[in-house]
């Protein structure tokens, strides 16, 4: 639609904008309202289905006889959020306890057997603060970190009994690495802590000792904009002493501790299927203050079980000059043969690791096996990109997906080691074609504890999501890899939301489930695939029972082109058939290669819907109807399909306002439009280029393309190939063209590539040079999701308080 004429004359050109708008910027006569403001709280209803407990995680032990039940905080405080921490390397570093910063902690731990239901509750210690457990490859220990005010604790739960003790710490160090893996014999674990004797945290020199450099020649290192990297030497002094650790072996039984290796900084330490070997990732100087740690140089190595080291697989510069949508040369993607006592498996690019590079062959997948002495074998090459192998359960066989970036396409491929060279197709469609997704193998565990398909002679089982034009109903096949024949034996029935978890022990008749509706969350159930007798094994209740009257309905409609779109209808308590209300459409833009899949229906009208963090769903209590998911596809040439991204999003809008319009549920007038992230780009664009909406909100979004300049989201060319699209789709270069009402909301310590804080902090500038109406709310703390209880509050406040003045009032 276009942009009507407003009453303030506007530049057209999007490079003499930019222009003004800096000078506008620039300029102190502009008056403007800013100011901290106390926290703010939303109506007392979404504050009581906010802190209400959220519902349990679930998992299960190897053997898929008993549950665990993981209670967690809903959310932290912005105490908790607040407790320093370090922006390094690409991570974040809490130093108090020498973790990664942590914003979920488990309370609580409840261990139900499925065949007589009874229940355990985990012995725990006050002071609950703990991460999820980790089951040993027996399943009849649990392990966990306990987190404190000055360190970390390694934990260890029996499962029958459910009594714990500390294994050790508070010494743990869990930086780059999770702090501990479960050895093959379940009796042992490795761990990660503080090295002897560490000392003192590097102290910041008070006055420098000279300016910060960075200099580069004849490297191409169009990497993307990662956040939180290393900038200074003081920098790479504190990622060093929090990333070094010291590796031990801590035997359950006797709690003795085994130093294996010298101190270093590891990114893990994996034990072969067999224990008498160690995989490490060691990561070295000269660190990279370009990309971040996982990706600075390193060395790939086989240690004894003793740390004694057998074989340097590679030593690795940092991956800087990684093709754009490419992969690094040499060894990656390293990982032991599950069933195979001592075998490892990697990649390497036959291509330089440059797509764009015409290659019969992308990738070659090696294998080495103990001692480790002779050279490689080839098992087999790819004609396209590794994208992972499922090993199954005969030793040396697998799944082997391979992907064509340009296309979007996935294929796998059955292979066994013992053939070399050998691939045999057997799945081959689009990566976007969920009507036709075969679902991914039912994976288990061996008995040292590596995951592998699930395997019965030439059978293998599939588990999906079942998408259709309905809505999503889950299945679950048996598979033949030779005949490729499958045989269906379970699917959601209509009308209901119900999934396959897993087998149950050693048993194919029966399964585990969760169920769920629109009015019924989820629990778990026993479900006899033979009689369909279900038997429940938990009782969840409604977390918001004041909300069970929310209507929701799967609505179907078209674009002026005739592209079929969809999205989710929700309809607040009390509605009234023919009543006209103000109406949300909440969105995320999405890139397709062809119109058939982009039209696919992806979810399910029918699964219970959670109200929890800043949704969009509470705008159901304020009396909004909301259309969430609205499909915003741009479909095309995955080369060029950005040249058209405006006039298509403006399209899928219009279409979604005409059909709810048209069902007699939406006052065109009273339309707001949102979006979290590239859904908060959308929603700029949307205002600068249509006017559909009464108003937006625009969250920890990214605005100016030129801040990006080697890509975003799917785009393939820089802003020197294409620099007249990446001021096109800058909604920042129309600021002088959104003329509705825009609240920006941003968290001050936004981490995710691309969307740094000072894209809103400019666009928000922008506007007011324009006299706009804008909001800016920056949330201290907050990255780019938000955690913080008080944060959440505030930030339904502001979207509910912004949408009532310019919405809902309009």
Not at 125 to 132: A, I, T
Not at 276 to 303: C, D, G
Not at 671 to 676: A, E, I, Q, T, W
Not at 692 to 702: D, H, P, Q, V, Y
């Amino acid at each position: 639609m276009k942009k009507k004429e407003d009453k303030v004359k506007r530049t057209k050109s999007p490079f003499l904008t930019l222009v003004l708008a800096v000078l506008l910027i620039l300029s102190s006569s502009i008056s403007h309202l800013s100011a901290q403001e106390p926290y703010r709280l939303p109506p007392k209803e979404i504050v009581d289905i906010l802190d209400a407990p959220p519902l349990p995680q679930v998992s299960f032990d190897p053997s898929r006889q008993t549950m665990l039940l993981s209670y967690y905080q809903a959310m932290p405080s912005i105490e908790e959020l607040s407790r320093p921490f370090y922006r390094l390397a690409g991570t974040r570093i809490t130093p108090h306890d020498n973790s990664r910063q942590t914003l979920r902690f488990f309370t609580k731990f409840v261990l139900k057997d499925i065949k007589s239901g009874r229940e355990i509750t985990v012995n725990l210690p006050e002071e609950p603060r703990y991460s999820q457990p980790e089951w040993s490859p027996d399943g009849k220990y649990l392990a966990f970190l306990r987190h404190l005010d000055n360190g970390l604790e390694l934990w260890l739960a029996e499962a029958s009994s459910g009594q714990t003790r500390k294994l050790f710490g508070p010494e743990m160090n869990a930086v780059i690495s999770d702090g501990f893996t479960w050895m093959p014999d379940s009796r042992s674990l490795l761990i990660t802590a503080n090295p002897e004797g560490r000392g003192p945290e590097p102290r910041a020199p008070r006055v420098p000792v000279g300016p910060n450099v960075q200099e580069t020649s004849g490297k191409f290192a169009q990497v993307a904009t990662f956040q939180d990297l290393l900038r200074t030497p003081y920098d790479e002094k504190l990622f060093e002493y929090y990333a070094t650790v010291q590796v031990y072996r801590l035997d359950l039984a006797s709690n003795q501790l085994e130093r294996i290796g010298p101190p270093g900084i590891y990114q893990y330490v994996n034990p072969s299927p067999d224990g008498q070997f160690l995989l490490v990732k060691k990561i070295k100087r000269p660190f990279s203050y370009s990309v971040p740690f996982s990706s600075f140089s390193h060395t790939l190595e086989i240690w004894d079980s003793r740390g004694q080291m057998v074989k340097i697989i590679a030593d690795l510069p940092a991956a800087e000059e990684v093709p754009r949508n490419g992969v690094p040369a040499g060894p990656r993607s390293p990982e032991w043969q599950p069933l195979k006592p001592a075998s490892l498996t990697w990649v390497e690019a036959l291509d330089g690791g440059d797509p764009e590079k015409p290659a019969t062959h992308r990738d070659r997948v090696l294998s080495l096996e103990a001692p480790f002495a002779q050279d490689p074998a080839e098992l087999f090459r790819l004609p396209q990109r590794f994208q992972g192998i499922i090993w199954l359960g005969k030793a040396g066989q697998g799944l082997v997906t391979e992907y064509e970036w340009k296309k979007r396409w996935r294929t796998t491929y059955y292979f066994d080691a013992a053939n070399p060279g050998a691939l045999r197709k057997i799945f081959d469609l689009s990566s976007q074609d969920q009507y036709n997704d075969p679902g991914r193998p039912v994976m288990v565990s061996t008995s040292s504890g590596q995951s592998i398909a699930l395997q019965d002679g030439d059978f293998i089982y599939l588990s999906g999501n079942g998408a259709s034009p309905e809505g999503d109903r889950p299945f679950l096949d048996k598979f033949n890899l030779k005949t490729l024949m499958k045989t269906r034996l379970f699917r959601c029935e209509k009308g209901v939301y119900e999934v396959f978890v897993a087998f149950v022990g050693t048993r194919r008749d029966r399964i585990i489930t969760s169920f769920e509706s629109p009015t019924t969350p989820p629990n778990y159930y026993l479900v006899d695939l033979k009689s369909r007798k279900k038997t429940a094994l938990t009782s969840f209740p409604d977390p918001a029972p004041q909300l069970t009257a929310v209507r929701k309905q799967l609505v179907k409609y078209k674009r002026e082109d005739g592209l079929e779109l969809s999205g989710f209808l929700y309809l607040p308590p009390g509605y009234k058939e023919g009543e006209r209300l103000p109406v949300v459409v909440w969105a995320y833009p999405m890139e397709y290669n062809d119109p058939a899949t982009a039209s696919q229906v992806r979810g399910s009208p029918y699964r219970f819907t959670f109200y929890r963090g800043p949704s969009q769903l509470f705008f159901l209590t304020q009396g909004y109807a909301l259309l969430d998911n609205a499909q915003m596809p741009v479909v095309g040439d995955p080369k060029t399909m950005n040249d058209t991204f405006v006039p298509q999003i403006v399209a899928n809008a219009k279409a979604a306002i005409d059909a709810l319009d048209q069902m007699g549920i939406a006052d065109r007038r009273r339309v707001g439009v949102g979006g979290h992230s590239y859904g908060a780009f959308m929603t700029a664009n949307l205002l600068a280029h249509s006017d559909l909406f009464a108003a937006g909100i625009a969250r920890s979004g990214a605005y100016n393309r030129t801040l990006t300049p080697f890509g975003f989201q799917n785009e393939r060319r820089t802003l020197w190939e294409a620099p007249d699209l990446y001021l096109k789709v800058s909604p920042f270069m129309y600021a002088n063209k959104i003329n509705e009402p825009i609240l920006l909301i941003h968290g001050e310590a936004d981490n995710n590539s691309g969307t740094f804080p000072i894209q809103s902090e400019r666009l928000f500038a922008a506007l007011k040079g324009f006299g706009a109406t804008a909001r800016l709310v920056m949330l201290p703390y907050e990255s780019h999701g938000y955690a913080a209880r008080e944060s959440v509050l505030h930030v339904l406040a502001e979207m509910i308080d912004w949408f009532d003045r310019y919405v809902k009032k309009k």
